[in-house]
């Protein structure tokens, strides 16, 4: 008995007489040899290669079905008067005085359409402020007519939409059973 506590406990099993007991068949296995480090990275990198050059083909194959595919673009024709030589525009070097007026043209423009959208912010602002007052005021003097003020006018901007307001059920449908949750 002492001689199987002993290799009970070289295993590490360790039981009492009324504790379910299993071993685990260790028989017939052997030692296991150790892959070398080497022959492991060799056969990652080949699985890499082959994942890889499979990952290509099917890209090459993707490419080529989609390319049967696409549409071919044909260019309309053309009208051979439109191509000759005379109908090309000349390209006219500009002074630098010109190229000089042109900067400052380009500038001053800038500027006025700068001013302008000061100018259009500033009147929104103002347009903003005075309505804020009257609808204050308003507050103070009606409430009913304050409420109906913040309301939005339907006929301000007109929208009509056409179309199904209710879908009918599709013949033969069997709809899966779900759960309804509600939070």
């Not at 299993?22 to 070398?36: A, E, L, N, T």
């Not at 080529?64 to 191509?83: G, H, I, T, Y």
């Not at 899966?176 to 509600?182: G, I, Y």
Request: aromatic share 8%.
């Amino acid at each position: 008995m002492a001689a199987i506590t002993r290799a009970m406990s070289v295993f590490g099993l360790r039981s009492t007489a009324l504790s379910v007991r299993y071993v685990i068949p260790i028989r017939g296995d052997g030692k296991k040899k150790k892959k070398s480090k080497v022959k492991n990275k060799l056969t990652q990198q080949q699985q890499q290669k082959a994942k890889l050059n499979s990952k290509l083909a099917k890209a090459a194959q993707q490419e080529q079905e989609e390319a049967k595919k696409r549409k071919k673009f044909v260019d309309p024709p053309v009208d051979s008067k439109w191509l000759k030589e005379d109908r090309k525009r000349n390209i006219q070097n500009n002074n630098p005085e010109e190229e000089e007026r042109r900067i400052l043209l380009l500038k001053e423009w800038s500027r006025y359409k700068m001013n302008q959208h000061r100018s259009d912010l500033i009147k929104f602002q103002d347009i903003y402020k005075s309505r804020n007052q009257a609808l204050l005021q308003l507050k103070v003097l009606s409430p009913s007519l304050y409420a109906k003020a913040l309301q939005a006018d339907p006929q301000l901007f007109p929208y009509q939409c056409n179309g199904p307001t209710f879908t009918p059920p599709i013949a033969g449908y069997d709809q899966p059973e779900a759960e309804v949750t509600t939070k």
